[in-house]
């Protein structure tokens, strides 16, 4: 009996030193794969993590593959893109779209309606005025006239049984590029994982998708842009695990008139560059939500915009206000290093 019992102890003792030598080797084992490639029009960051090299290579593929595969569904510049041809019949006949162009469609609806419209994916033609993208022009006020009537989210119809989307009237342009990198990196994360990558980064620009954690077992650790210092000088860091991160900020795409900024982010009342606040990041589980969000409450401002965040489940935000001064929501107060 008493041998027995030593010939147990013995054997879970071997069990044990055997089972973390074998998690010492799988710890020295697990690959970290990087990769970049230029998709949606910036230059996309991907990283793969994976019990071997050739797992993380085949993950990180994957999840690049995927992104252009929603680019070419969702992208205005690609003129067969599934949202290319709505645009191209508005005001004429419903198109067929795909399951994912569907989903990030009613996704935008969701944050006009949580944002009381000021996430708004029908702002495609003041978008076009504005041409903040490439030269950058302001538009006369009888030009942004002129396409506020097309600035209607409630002429935008989803027949969600016959997967169809029409535009009401002519001129109408839907606009993603407030929502589409998140909704990308979400997508991304998921092929990567089903690809056996055990945690990973996704970073369109800068929308930021992550899960898991790195092979040592830290958490990833993303830094805020200070939006008026020059780019890598961060505000503060946070660790993310299985979260999402999205910051929209005035300092991203803008050009200068007359000593005025005119950035990207416009807000769908006046047609002009929202002028509340110089950055809104958002943090929450999800890329589609973090992305939406920013841009929304970036023209919503610090006041309506944090309380917005503060009523929300699992999303989480930091605002710095149009004079600079900083706004942190109750639940990232703690996990914010300030620099
Ligand atoms: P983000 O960098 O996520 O803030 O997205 C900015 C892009 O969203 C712009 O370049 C426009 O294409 C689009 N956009 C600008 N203003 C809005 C708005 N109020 N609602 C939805 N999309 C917008
Ligand atoms: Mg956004």
Known sequence: MIESLFQRFVFLFILLIFSLVLCEVGVAKDAMIKRSQYL????????GIAPDDATARQAVDAGLKEIRRLEEL???????SELSRVNAAAGQHAVKVSAETLNLLDHSLEMDRLTGG???IALGPAVVAWNVSEKGRVPTQRELDAVYSLIDLSQLQLDRHTRTVSLARPGMQIDVGGIGKGFAADLAAE?????GATAGVIAISGDIK????????QKFVFGI???????????????????????AGDYQRYFEQDGIRYH???????????RLAQSVTVIASRGVIADGLDTGIFVMGPKKGMALIERLPEVEGVIVDAQGNVFVSSGVKGRLQFQ
């Open 191 to 195: 092929v990567m994982e089903t690809s």
């Open 210 to 217: 992550t899960f898991g954690r790195m092979p040592d077992g």
């Open 225 to 247: 842009q200070h939006p008026r210092k020059e780019q890598g000088h961060v505000l503060a860091t946070i660790e993310l695990e299985n979260e999402a991160v999205s910051t």
């Open 40 to 47: 949606m029009g910036t230059l996309v960051f991907v990283t």
């Open 74 to 80: 969702l992208s205005t510049w690609i003129p067969e």
């Open 118 to 120: 000021s996430f708004n």
């Open 264 to 274: 990207h982010i416009l807000d769908p009342k006046t047609l002009h560059p929202a």
